[in-house]
């Protein structure tokens, strides 16, 4: 059970299936609470132990992303934030939210952010004073969501945005994919010094059970191939000298892909 603490808002990093992370937000302000992207009720009840939840906050409409809000919002009373565009498949959400929304939770204020791309709908959550993102299945440790909905110029737009956000940026994702993208990201930047220092701290944190999550966004700026598209190093090495961005970023996701594929064969 690990708790990142910024003095404003504190983290508790649930591991729930394979690779999933379940995110439990706590306001040292107010002690109000909330949850981000539950794929299952019962590891947030029981690292609730009788404390009550205000917020279930919801990236976007995946199966492991919202299966734990029936039971957390029929126990604890908790009101339901997703994408407005995906709400016909959150189960019991009250607010749909857009792009630049933002509600009250526990003396902060978190901004949407609209990031379509793993899917047409996909929001992030943005806690500007404590520079908290929770960006879903968007950016992952040394790489990115699968593009599964929309199409490869929006999911660049959506990284763009995001690369946009201070550098000291705690980015929380949803899965623990580091050691799999730092295989990727290192035949695409063999020399980047960054990333072969961020390999070496992977390992050791793998190898002790400890989550990689969360990153800053500084270390995916220097090491994160998905967010370096627009690098000398990375058009070179892809062949992809004048293209724009959205079009090296998708050559790119199509190399991961096929990379994943040929590593579960």
Known sequence: MIVEDNNALSVQ????????????????????LAVVDPTEAGPVLDAL??????????????????????????????????????????????????????FEFGGHVAKVIDVPGNTIGHIAFWFEEARLLFSGDTIFHLGCGRVQEAMPAQMWTSIDKLRSLPPETLIYSSHEYAADNARFAITIEPDNEDLLQQIKLIEKSRQAGIPTVPSTLSTELAANPFLRVDQDSIRSRLGCKASANWEVFAKLRRMKDAFRELKNQ
């Open 13 to 32: 990093i649930l591991p729930v299936l394979e690779d999933n992370y379940i995110f439990l937000i706590e306001s040292k302000r107010t002690g109000a």
């Open 49 to 102: 132990d009788g404390r009550r939840v205000d917020l279930i906050l919801n990236t976007h409409h995946h199966w492991d992303h919202v299966s734990g809000n029936t039971e957390i919002k029929r126990k604890t009373g908790a009101r339901v934030i997703g994408p407005a565009s995906e709400a016909d498949d959150i189960p019991g959400i009250d607010r749909g939210v857009v792009e630049g929304d933002t």
